[in-house]
């Protein structure tokens, strides 16, 4: 496996140089963040980066990601303008040598989480996701702001694509998936690259949103559309933990038995009610996810791809970006290299 870190490119607070003193990382997982979404990827863009990452001594494992236009999630009449130019993307990252993409099929919000500062016991702070308080949230009065995405759209632009939404059904979001993949699949295989879909996070409908990367069953479908090595998962125990019926080892075990993950994303959770959650330090012992039986089950299977640690706490004071300081992640770092060193002495 390739343990990798992501990085938010040149702006990021965490500098490549701090990244480094970090034993055991090798691969570095990032975007280009001055595209904007939908446009195609320059492949001097990509390699200008990719030369970067590289003279600090480290490989540009996996790219996270190349967000998908809502016209491809709503399937309109514009979805194959903007299929052209996320094959070119992908075509230019084939060239440039990159072989993983993550991204998600999540219409209009990314992760969301109703706090980014939620105060620990040991005064460690957490994202932390309480769904009475999402649930209260009416987004097109916009009287309510969440941390994280309220400032991504402009409130006009925002109603403007929620109604655009408000007719479009799950099995509908499952069309234009499948529309898209069987596109975009055919492109990766050619260009050397894999594709991992990262899964919903939270894993259920918000806002009154479609969401349809949720459950395994999800994950059986989605992987069934295109039976193909590149059309394979992100597989994120952070984002599948808070539901229960998400057995995240038996789950591993099963996708990287038959070689469909791509990109791991490890990252703990504790359940605090239904569909509550707030996330933690990565050991096992932190959280209701066998963080030690999802790695045991990549390493039984010779698992030769990518391995990050996701979300990290805030710790000794540090600022950043929230999910994403230096010490948590480094620390979840550590204690997967550390099983890993284990399960290989074994
Ligand atoms: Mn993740």
Known sequence: ?????????PEDTVSLLHIRQVPVIRGIVSALYHIPVGETWPLKDILALKARIEE?????TAIESIPVHEDIKLGNARRDLWIDKYCDSIRNMGKAGIPVLCYNFMPVFDWTRSTLDMKLPDESTCLAYDHDMISRVDIK???FSLPGWATAYEKDALIR????????????LWQNLGYFLKRVIPVAEESGVRMGIHPDDPPWSIF???????READLDRFLNIVNSPSNSLTLCTGSLGPDEQNDMVR????????????????RNIKRTGPFSFHETAHPTACGDVNILGVLKMYHKHNFTGVIRPDHGRMIWNETGKPGYGLYDRSLGAMYIAGIWEGLNRD
């Open 208 to 214: 009154g949103l479609p969401r349809i990367i949720c």
């Open 56 to 60: 600090t001594g480290f490989e540009w």
């Open 1 to 9: 496996m390739k343990l990798s870190f992501r990085w938010y490119g």
């Open 161 to 172: 694509l929620l109604d655009a939404y408000s007719e479009l059904t799950e099995e509908d």
């Open 251 to 266: 789950m591993t075990d099963k996708y990287a038995g038959k070689n469909r993950i791509v990109f791991a994303h490890i």
């Open 141 to 143: 009065k916009g009287t």
